[in-house]
């Protein structure tokens, strides 16, 4: 059973990071004053046998002496690999722990954001899911990029209760197992191209390398190599001429020659370090052994076996390591030549590969999902673990069921910094009107709402004292930018948007186990003063026959008092105080959320107090 580093487990995450962080810090240190004895150690212990060697042609016997401080250099050369090990990998686990509390204080500056997080769905920029400073930047660990792009494709997607209720249960289960899931992390850290290695499994289950039979011919060609041993034995004794040895030879040319295309195709997809296999070999073992009590991931542990023989992943994978290995040899100029000669090399490591993937590749994608899923469910219990103030919202199965937001705050905000605010949609009161000042949090209230439904919907905790909600699809309209290319002004790019949201609602009101969310942020600013009440009007008739909740915010008061829009949705605002300080004006936001409409604006004041008028 593998050990990790004991901690007080009572204690905050916040404690147990700082502990982790003091004992590698000092690991790190001491294998740094080791490496550099060692350094110095293997330096002498080398002088050692040169001057030793140098006198063996006087004093025989310092032969003897010579062999041992040889051996002692080849000690001190081992141990420093191994202590040069144990230094990566608690480095490793240190810079594990540094993003870790980083995540905890939203230390943006030490939260690099991750590669390739961008999306095309519709919410993606508007809640800052994807970039810097954004929930991928919180919820990403240093990992490979497995768990990561499931993460991704579970925030693109909304999957059904079950699922839901499953990855709950999975990440509570993995939540305070800390020393477990960083090393996790740290193995997911050293696979960086698994891209590559689907390329390969792919190729090898394509038509164009397809062999019959491969383990048969690998038997044939062993067999053949045994003649030729035999035949070279045979030379040396004298009981053949070398012209035996030579037709031998030629046969194995022409034989490499026959499968040159497939060899030389072999070579160029076999692109991936053999650490890679192996740190990934390691990753399926340790999740293949652990224990849990969680359905989903013993449901994901159960695909990480070979349903015929029962053969883990870890071993399919530690075959396979083992041939890439093989497969180096041609990176050493006289060995691979040689080995091309007498043993047709390359179609060893072909017809191996080949027997390899008849075994083990029918069930790979299977394996590498599972695989992605576990290190999924790996981040979203780091994120309870961090954000211990944070709930596990509760999903209903009735699509018109009530949204139940209390003391809801901002994922991305330092959780003392955070204002928290409640709300309540209901089927006779979901949509509602979110008018204020600039500045005054409207915009980040949508967000707020937006992001913690879209963490709901993938399983994870939520910045929420409780949180109540149906089955969700989280539309948006917020970010808007026009296009100079694309000859698309600010107003038509708003009108594209709405357009995807509305086609997405009336999809979504045709199913019985799916409610929508939409929030439109400062609606129709593209549009002039006249033009706006009316198509403002018009479309909350619009969206409100579809039965999806809403929250739409706006500067313009005169819109949000108007008749036909009070009976249709419910106001909220958010208000700031005034003071004047030496002739200039001091704004004071606090942030909550109230009843009714906004009682003044601050656009006035803002440009006095900038000089701009």
Same mark, same amino acid.
């Given at each position: 059973?593998?050990?990790?580093?004991?901690?007080?487990?009572?204690?905050?995450?916040?404690?147990?990071?700082?502990?982790?962080?003091?004992?590698?810090?000092?690991?790190v240190?001491?294998?740094?004053q080791a490496?550099?004895? %060692?350094?110095?150690?293997r330096?002498?212990?080398?002088?050692?046998?040169v001057?030793?060697?140098?006198? +063996?042609d006087?004093?025989?016997?310092?032969?003897?002496?010579s062999?041992?401080v040889l051996?002692?250099f080849?000690?001190?050369?081992?141990?420093?690999?191994?202590?040069?090990?144990?230094?990566?990998?608690?480095?490793t686990?240190?810079?594990?722990?540094?993003?870790?509390?980083?995540?905890m204080?939203?230390d943006?500056?030490?939260?690099e954001?991750p590669e390739?997080?961008?999306?095309?769905?519709?919410?993606?920029?508007?809640?800052n899911i994807?970039?810097?400073?954004?929930?991928i930047?919180?919820?990403?660990h240093?990992s490979s990029?497995?768990g990561l792009?499931?993460?991704?494709?579970?925030?693109e997607?909304?999957?059904t209760?079950?699922?839901?209720?499953?990855?709950q249960?999975?990440h509570?289960?993995?939540?305070n197992?800390?020393?477990?899931?960083?090393?996790?992390n740290?193995?997911?850290?050293q696979?960086?191209?698994?891209?590559?290695?689907?390329?390969?499994?792919?190729?090898?289950?394509s038509?164009?390398?397809?062999?019959?039979?491969?383990?048969?011919?690998?038997?044939?060609?062993?067999c053949?190599?045994?003649?030729?041993?035999?035949?070279?034995l045979?030379? +040396?004794?004298?009981?053949?001429s070398?012209?035996?040895?030579?037709?031998?030879?030629?046969?194995?040319?022409?034989?490499?020659?026959?499968?040159?295309?497939?060899?030389?195709?072999?070579?160029y997809?076999?692109n991936?370090?053999?650490e890679?296999?192996?740190?990934?070999?390691?990753?399926?073992?340790?999740i293949?052994?652990?224990?849990?009590?969680?359905?989903?991931?013993?449901?994901?542990?159960?695909? %990480?076996?070979?349903?015929?023989?029962n053969?883990?992943f870890?071993?399919?994978?530690?075959?396979?390591y083992? %041939?890439?290995?093989?497969?180096?040899?041609?990176?050493?100029?006289?060995?691979?030549i @040689?080995?091309? @000669?007498?043993?047709?090399?390359?179609?060893?490591?072909f017809?191996r590969?080949?027997h390899?993937?008849?075994?083990n590749?029918?069930?790979?994608?299977q394996?590498?999902?599972?695989?992605?899923?576990?290190?999924?469910?790996?981040?979203?219990a780091? +994120?309870?673990?961090?954000n211990?103030?944070?709930?596990?919202p509760?999903?209903q199965?009735?699509r018109?069921?009530?949204?139940?937001?209390?003391?809801?705050g901002?994922?991305?905000?330092?959780?003392?910094?955070?204002?928290r605010?409640?709300?309540?949609?209901?089927p006779?009161?979901?949509?509602c009107v979110i008018?204020?000042s600039?500045?005054?949090?409207?915009?980040?209230?949508?967000?707020?709402?937006?992001?913690?439904?879209?963490?709901a919907?993938?399983?994870?905790?939520?910045?929420a004292?409780?949180l109540?909600?149906?089955?969700?699809?989280?539309?948006?309209s917020?970010?808007?930018?026009?296009?100079?290319l694309?000859?698309?002004?600010?107003?038509?790019?708003?009108v594209?948007?709405i357009?995807?949201?509305?086609?997405?609602?009336?999809?979504?009101?045709?199913?019985?186990?799916?409610?929508?969310l939409f929030l439109?942020?400062?609606?129709?600013?593209?549009?002039?003063d006249?033009?706006?009440?009316?198509v403002?009007?018009?479309?909350?008739?619009?969206l409100d026959?579809?039965?999806g909740?809403?929250?739409?915010?706006?500067?313009d008061?005169?819109?949000?008092?108007?008749?036909?829009?009070?009976?249709?949705?419910?106001?909220y605002?958010?208000q700031?105080?005034?003071?004047?300080?030496?002739g200039?004006?001091?704004?004071?936001?606090?942030?909550?959320?109230r009843c009714?409409?906004?009682?003044?604006?601050?656009a006035?004041?803002?440009?006095?107090?900038m000089?701009?008028?």
């Amino acid at each position: 059973m593998k050990r990790y580093l004991a901690i007080n487990t009572e204690n905050s995450a916040r404690a147990q990071i700082t502990e982790k962080l003091e004992h590698y810090t000092q690991q790190v240190a001491k294998h740094s004053q080791a490496l550099a004895l %060692l350094s110095r150690y293997r330096t002498v212990s080398f002088i050692g046998f040169v001057i030793t060697l140098f006198f +063996v042609d006087r004093y025989p016997l310092l032969l003897i002496l010579s062999a041992a401080v040889l051996t002692v250099f080849f000690g001190f050369v081992a141990r420093y690999k191994k202590v040069t090990a144990l230094k990566h990998s608690d480095e490793t686990l240190l810079a594990i722990n540094r993003r870790s509390m980083a995540r905890m204080n939203r230390d943006w500056k030490n939260l690099e954001a991750p590669e390739q997080t961008e999306s095309k769905t519709v919410f993606w920029q508007d809640l800052n899911i994807g970039g810097t400073r954004s929930i991928i930047s919180l919820l990403s660990h240093i990992s490979s990029p497995l768990g990561l792009n499931t993460l991704k494709s579970w925030l693109e997607k909304t999957p059904t209760i079950e699922d839901i209720t499953e990855r709950q249960a999975g990440h509570q289960d993995l939540k305070n197992q800390l020393g477990f899931r960083q090393t996790i992390n740290a193995l997911g850290l050293q696979i960086k191209n698994i891209g590559q290695l689907n390329h390969l499994v792919d190729w090898l289950q394509s038509e164009f390398t397809l062999v019959k039979k491969p383990k048969q011919k690998l038997i044939a060609l062993r067999c053949w190599n045994g003649l030729g041993a035999l035949l070279i034995l045979l030379v +040396v004794t004298g009981v053949l001429s070398a012209i035996s040895v030579l037709a031998y030879v030629i046969i194995n040319a022409a034989l490499l020659l026959k499968f040159r295309q497939a060899v030389t195709e072999l070579y160029y997809q076999i692109n991936i370090k053999p650490e890679q296999i192996e740190n990934l070999t390691k990753l399926s073992q340790e999740i293949e052994q652990y224990k849990s009590q969680s359905p989903l991931i013993n449901h994901l542990q159960s695909e %990480l076996f070979s349903a015929e023989k029962n053969v883990p992943f870890s071993e399919q994978l530690l075959s396979l390591y083992r %041939l890439i290995l093989l497969s180096e040899l041609r990176l050493s100029a006289i060995p691979y030549i @040689l080995a091309s @000669l007498f043993l047709a090399w390359d179609l060893h490591v072909f017809l191996r590969l080949q027997h390899w993937a008849s075994k083990n590749t029918h069930a790979f994608d299977q394996c590498i999902d599972a695989i992605s899923q576990f290190e999924s469910l790996s981040i979203l219990a780091a +994120v309870a673990y961090e954000n211990s103030t944070w709930t596990l919202p509760h999903i209903q199965k009735d699509r018109s069921s009530e949204i139940v937001m209390e003391h809801g705050g901002h994922p991305l905000l330092k959780q003392d910094e955070a204002i928290r605010n409640s709300l309540t949609l209901t089927p006779n009161d979901k949509i509602c009107v979110i008018t204020g000042s600039h500045m005054s949090g409207k915009t980040t209230f949508l967000r707020t709402l937006g992001v913690n439904a879209k963490l709901a919907m993938i399983g994870s905790v939520v910045c929420a004292q409780s949180l109540s909600m149906p089955r969700l699809d989280v539309l948006t309209s917020m970010h808007i930018s026009d296009s100079l290319l694309d000859g698309v002004s600010l107003f038509m790019a708003e009108v594209i948007k709405i357009k995807t949201l509305i086609d997405i609602l009336e999809k979504n009101k045709q199913s019985d186990n799916i409610n929508t969310l939409f929030l439109l942020d400062e609606v129709l600013r593209g549009s002039n003063d006249l033009e706006r009440k009316l198509v403002f009007t018009r479309l909350l008739n619009k969206l409100d026959t579809y039965g999806g909740y809403g929250l739409i915010s706006t500067n313009d008061i005169s819109i949000a008092k108007s008749d036909e829009v009070n009976q249709i949705v419910s106001q909220y605002h958010f208000q700031e105080s005034l003071s004047h300080q030496e002739g200039s004006v001091a704004f004071d936001f606090d942030y909550k959320l109230r009843c009714g409409v906004v009682a003044q604006t601050n656009a006035m004041q803002i440009l006095q107090s900038m000089s701009v008028i």
